[in-house]
Nanobody, 126 residues
Framework: QVQLVESGGGLVQAGDSLRLSCATS????????MGWFRQAPGKEREFVAG????????YYTDSVKGRFTISRDNAKNTVYLQMHSLKPEDTAVYYC???????????????????WGQGTQVTVSS
């Protein structure tokens, strides 16, 4: 069992930056590839970014490429999402998720992730 706890969300203005963190429990953090998803009101949950267990491979949805960076610190059992140049359309609840898929290649499908956090709200005002 893996527990995920997100933090770092908040209310910011367009153009600002935020860093989200996802702390995980357990000793097997390195077995999991990690992803960040987001869900805006009235919309489907969408993939934002993913990272392999080693951190060597990262994946992004097109709308955040060049603005967001996913990273992980396996010694701290934590994955991060650094967000720059935030836009109002980035407003959503952001979730981190974990998958044991040994062939992880940045799956955009939420059903392929085994564990989820409770989410953290990011609101970007114009």
């Amino acid at each position: 069992q893996v527990q995920l706890v997100e933090s770092g969300g908040g209310l910011v203005q367009a153009g600002d930056s935020l860093r989200l963190s996802c702390a995980t429990s357990g000793r097997t953090f390195t077995y999991y590839a990690m992803g960040w998803f987001r869900q805006a009101p009235g919309k489907e949950r969408e993939f934002v970014a993913g990272i392999s267990w080693s951190g060597g491979n990262t994946y992004y949805t097109d709308s955040v490429k060049g603005r967001f960076t996913i990273s992980r610190d396996n010694a701290k059992n934590t994955v991060y999402l650094q967000m720059h140049s935030l836009k109002p359309e980035d407003t959503a609840v952001y979730y981190c998720a974990a998958t044991k898929d040994p062939y992880y290649s940045g799956s955009v499908y939420s059903y392929e992730y085994d564990y989820w956090g409770q989410g953290t709200q990011v609101t970007v005002s114009s």
